[in-house]
């Protein structure tokens, strides 16, 4: 029995501590069900030493908070209108029991025991042992707390011992987001996840990329401006600085932050902060006077009426901030304007509200009588730091008429964490509304069952908490995500001046609405934003000016990516606006202008009929033309005459043809390239210059082999004939053509667009397909040139004067010198210059041609058609005749040198057979006879050819008489109509006499006639004549004046 009485005094005494338990100024009122509130009554607590000389003392609260004191007042009215409700919780009276957390973790803890110790005790069932009147039923929520590090603090308390939800009004950081971590935290306002991506957003929209971060060092603060950095970095925002900050730093940590700020070159200064640990740096900075910053404030202080005063809005007017959503409280203004100390009977801080509003005291009579207490009294204020300001203070009377006084209790303009109270404590109710009305067996709990409201405990009404949705007074829905978070959206506020009281106004200029789209989110009415409180000309905060149209960023080395140089854009690349990160690309037929600020179309460019240049070439070419034709046609008129017939004229007709060709195909090089011209243009200069260099190739081996034959016969005559000349021209002709056809088959040349050669310029060229096919095609007839060439300075010398090969070999020569040239001229141009180049090189190898092979006939036939004659051909074979047969004797000579020298001087002495040019010429006169003279050079000597020749008759008949005549008076006798002196003086090499020499005998003079008179006949097909021979039977030594002898 004594057991038993000393375990009921045990439980007694727990009971009592419990109820007891807590700080000692709180709000309480009984009830069914009773809920807990914690509320900034105060903003912080004084600093003491604890050097543990004596048992520490209580901190006490200090700096009253009339916003804090409202929130309070919100939680009442609340709780009295549910109580009031006829429709929710009818019959069950809820209670309170509100507690001040100053602010600080520690007053939080203490206030959040009690609620953990009451539950405990509750749950031993004291009822059972007795009928205590002062039992409190278990607190089964808590509305708070206020800092986000406060709220973590709570929560984890309540979570350890029992899971009691605590329903958040102000607490925004982030990581309370994180259930695993905090079980039962719920809250109404939105997650700070949100409001750092609007600030970014914000910084985004007006263009500002240099900005400086401010923390509070706590669980608000530091998650904040981490998730905020986080999302600048994502849109090349840079920090100069970052700096923490708290209600409790001391002077020098305060003034290293301010120094940060004003020796940075940032305008713009997002803080994540609350008011109370802002305040203490906002003070330094206007005790500095450090203007010209934007500040762009979280929700926390954004309307914080310690920050927002007129002494400081030098500093911080202009400042853009976020502030919940506003709601509407219906009749909580004259709830508000009802709190008197007697009145508010279960609210013990309306005193000290009421002295503070005031500025007067209450007397502990005047609490209880109303009677005047002692006139004034010495108040001490103390700050966070334990300073002490005496304040002298008049008794309050009771009658002072709240009314009168402009505090923040009674702005009623945007109420946003008040009603954040007023849904919290609705949001708890409709819980326990949920849980009075459930229906067994649709209940949320194991076999749905339903928890009985009359022993309802912390975890049931968790339960309904995470599954609640219910349409609140303002008639919108309110539930929680899977985070427990509500889904809000922000106002968006600028600080004015107001010009009626001079106070600080926070004036709605946007919105942000965290659920629309992408781009969509963020409003702001720029007309109504004051910058620095009275500008509306937006401020700049960039680390560097802004880059202009045509430049882009350019990284400097050591600095933020916001700290950038103006790089002007490279050629062919372009920006075309402002802070360019960098430049985009001209498309391939576009090129920058000037600026670098747009793309402007290249110049097409090829070899053009326009151009002066094209013009001059296609002048040429046509001038080519008319010249080869007019050659053409001269020859045509002059087809039998000898200068004509001796040139081989089918040959020299098919080469004009040739060389008209080649003029021609340079006339394809010019214009704009097309696939067909691209295709058409190599072949038809390939095949026209083999065809060209074919003919005169043919014609250069046909003279060399007819000159150098010493007895030509029939065959040389078929084998030579002019149908095999004709086939060796095709044959060379058609291995070019071959060439060409497959080339056009495997690798078809095409025009092509080069971009590459120049920025500005788009050359159209031909794509040749093939380089070896060109280069073949270029070798082979480079190839037969050669070969012509080596025939050409083979014969050079044959006949003597008349010598085509000469001609031949210089235009040959040309021909080569241009090519060579050609090759590295085509490799090192590029562009339209390619074609010009190959068309010069046409065309100077084609005047060559005509030049060398045609101008000296053409000047013959029409300027010295006296040279057109058959005598000049035959002087000229004739001498070439003579020169081959004196060679021969020479050879074949094996007389002592000094019986060639006795010879000499005997005919040198011989006056009689001294023969003058002047008689040869009066006898060549009177025997109507037309002759020659021809200088003929071979061994170490030369020798004067005097030959002389009957003009030919008119008809056939005398033709062939005269022939037969010819031949037959050269060999029988000295008086022959046709005849000839030579001339032979010799001069030695070693002594310089005079050599004479006699021909071969009378057989050997026969052959060398037969010999020539066939070459004769060879050569001239059209017109055979005979050539008489170099010496008759009986050889006249002539003796020569030594003055008319050249070595």
């Known amino acids: 029995m004594k057991l038993c009485h000393v375990y009921y005094l045990v439980l007694l005494r727990l009971a009592w501590v419990a109820t007891a338990y807590g700080p000692n100024q709180r709000a309480q009122k009984k009830g069914d069900i009773i809920l807990g509130g914690l509320f900034p009554i105060h903003f912080g607590v004084t600093e003491k030493d604890q050097d543990l000389k004596s048992r520490p003392e209580s901190t006490e609260c200090v700096r009253y908070n009339f916003r804090g004191f409202r929130w309070l007042q919100a939680m009442i009215f609340a709780i009295e209108e549910i109580n009031n409700s006829t429709t929710l919780l009818p019959n069950i009276t809820l209670g309170y029991r509100i507690f001040d957390t100053c602010n600080t973790v520690s007053k939080a803890l203490e206030a959040t025991l009690s609620f953990v110790a009451q539950n405990k005790v509750d749950s031993l069932n004291l009822d059972e042992f007795c009928n205590c009147s002062e039992h409190i039923p278990s607190t089964i929520a808590v509305v708070g707390a206020t800092g986000s590090g406060i709220s973590t603090a709570v929560a984890n308390l309540l979570g350890l011992f029992v899971v009691v939800p605590e329903v958040s009004y102000a607490s925004s950081s982030r990581l309370l987001s994180n259930k695993n971590q905090f079980k039962s935290f719920l809250r109404t306002i939105p997650s700070d996840e949100h409001q750092a991506t609007a600030m970014a957003d914000i910084i985004e929209y007006f263009h500002w990329n240099w900005v400086g971060t401010i923390a509070a060092d706590d669980g608000y603060g530091r998650p904040g401006i981490e998730k905020f950095r986080e999302e600048a970095e994502e849109r090349d925002i840079c920090i100069d600085f970052y700096e923490l900050i708290s209600q409790y730093s001391d002077e020098e940590e305060i003034q290293e932050v301010v120094n940060s700020i004003k020796h940075s070159s940032v305008r713009v200064i997002v803080v994540f902060s609350s008011g109370p640990d802002l305040e203490p740096l906002i003070e330094e900075i206007v005790k500095q006077n450090i203007t010209g910053r934007i500040w762009l404030a979280s929700e926390a202080w954004a309307s914080s009426s310690l920050i927002a005063k007129p002494e400081f809005f030098h500093v911080v007017g202009g400042t853009i901030g976020f502030a919940l959503k506003a709601g509407h409280i219906p009749g909580f203004r004259e709830f508000l304007e009802e709190v008197h100390p007697k009145s508010s009977l279960y609210d013990g801080f309306v005193e000290e ?504 006939k053409i000047y013959i036939i029409l300027f010295k058609p006296s040279r057109n004659t058959i005598e000049e051909v035959r002087c000229s074979t004739a001498a070439h005749a003579f020169k081959v047969a004196a060679r021969a004797n020479l050879r074949r000579t094996n007389l002592p040198h000094k019986r060639s020298n006795s010879l000499v001087n005997s005919v040198v002495s011989t006056p009689s057979s001294l023969v003058s040019s002047n008689s040869y010429h009066e006898e060549g006169s009177s025997l109507k006879q037309k002759g020659c003279r021809q200088k003929v050079s071979f061994g170490t000597g030369a020798v004067t050819l005097s030959l002389s020749f009957e003009e030919p008759r008119r008809n056939a008949v005398a033709n062939k008489n005269a022939k037969k005549r010819y031949s037959l008076e050269a060999r029988n006798s000295d008086d022959s109509l046709m005849r000839h002196k030579a001339f032979l003086p010799l001069q030695h090499s070693e002594a310089g006499s005079d050599t004479s020499f006699k021909t071969a005998n009378n057989n050997g003079s026969e052959s060398q006639d037969s010999a020539d008179e066939t070459k004769q006949e060879f050569y001239h097909p059209e017109d055979h004549f005979s050539i008489p021979s170099t010496e008759s039977r009986n050889f006249i030594s002539s003796p020569i004046r030594g003055n008319a002898m050249n070595s």
């Open 353 to 856: 509200f009421w002295e503070e509003t005031f500025g007067c005291y209450l007397p502990d009579d005047t609490k209880s009588s109303g009677s005047m207490g002692p006139l004034n009294r010495d108040h001490k204020i103390k700050d966070q730091f334990g300073n002490i300001t005496h304040v002298l203070r008049h008794p309050c009377t009771g009658e002072e008429n709240i009314t009168s006084v402009e505090t923040p209790y009674l702005d009623y303009t945007h109420l946003r964490i008040s009603y954040n109270v007023y849904l919290a404590v609705y949001s708890i109710a409709h819980a326990l509304q949920d849980i009075y009305t459930c229906i067994p067996g649709k209940g949320i709990f194991t076999n749905g069952s339903c928890a009985d409201i009359k022993k309802v405990e912390a975890w049931q009404v968790l339960k309904h908490l995470r599954h609640l949705n219910f349409t609140n007074n303002m008639g919108e829905q309110v539930d929680f995500d899977d985070f427990r978070d509500p889904i809000g959206n922000y106002t968006i506020i600028n600080w004015h001046l107001s010009p009626e009281d001079g106070s600080v106004a926070f004036e709605e200029v946007g919105y942000y609405n965290v659920y629309a789209n992408k781009g969509d989110r963020l409003y702001i009415n720029e007309s109504k934003v004051l910058w620095k409180g009275f500008s509306k000309e937006v401020p700049s905060s960039n680390c560097s000016d802004d880059c202009q149209p045509g430049t882009r960023k350019g990284i400097i080395e050591g600095e933020p990516t916001c700290c950038f140089e103006c790089v002007e854009c490279p050629d062919g690349e372009f920006s075309n606006e402002t802070d360019a990160s960098a430049c985009a690309k001209c498309p391939l037929d576009s090129w920058s202008n000037e600026n670098h600020t747009d793309c402007i179309k290249k110049q097409i460019e090829f070899l053009s009929w326009t151009e002066p240049f094209g013009i001059a070439l296609a002048l040429f070419a046509v001038l080519g033309i008319f010249m080869t034709s007019f050659v053409l046609g001269v020859f045509v008129k002059f087809r039998n005459t000898p200068i004509v017939k001796a040139t081989n004229r089918e040959l020299s007709y098919l080469l004009l043809f040739s060389l008209i060709c080649c003029f021609s195909s340079s006339l394809i090089f010019i214009g704009e390239p097309k696939d067909w011209t691209c295709r058409l243009r190599q072949p038809a200069f390939g095949i026209s210059f083999v065809l060209c260099i074919s003919c005169i190739l043919v014609k250069t081996n046909r003279v060399l082999l007819v000159f150098e034959a010493k007895i030509p016969t029939s065959l040389h005559r078929k084998w030579w004939g002019l149908n095999l000349q004709f086939l060796l021209v095709f044959l060379c002709t058609f291995v070019q053509i071959m060439t060409c056809v497959i080339w056009l088959y495997s690798a078809p040349p095409s025009s092509y667009n080069n971009y590459d050669l120049e920025d500005e310029i788009i050359f159209i060229t031909c794509h040749e397909g093939s380089t070896m096919a060109l280069g073949f095609l270029i070798g082979y007839t480079c190839l037969l040139a050669a070969i012509c060439f080596f025939f050409a300075f083979k014969s050079r010398k044959l006949p003597e004067n008349f010598n085509e090969a000469k001609f031949i070999t210089f235009s040959m020569l040309i021909f080569f010198i241009v090519w060579i040239s050609f090759i590295p001229a085509y490799v090192s141009t590029y562009g339209k210059f390619v074609s010009a180049v190959e068309i010069i090189a046409i065309l100077a190898s084609s005047f060559g041609l005509l030049g060398c092979i045609f101008f000296n």
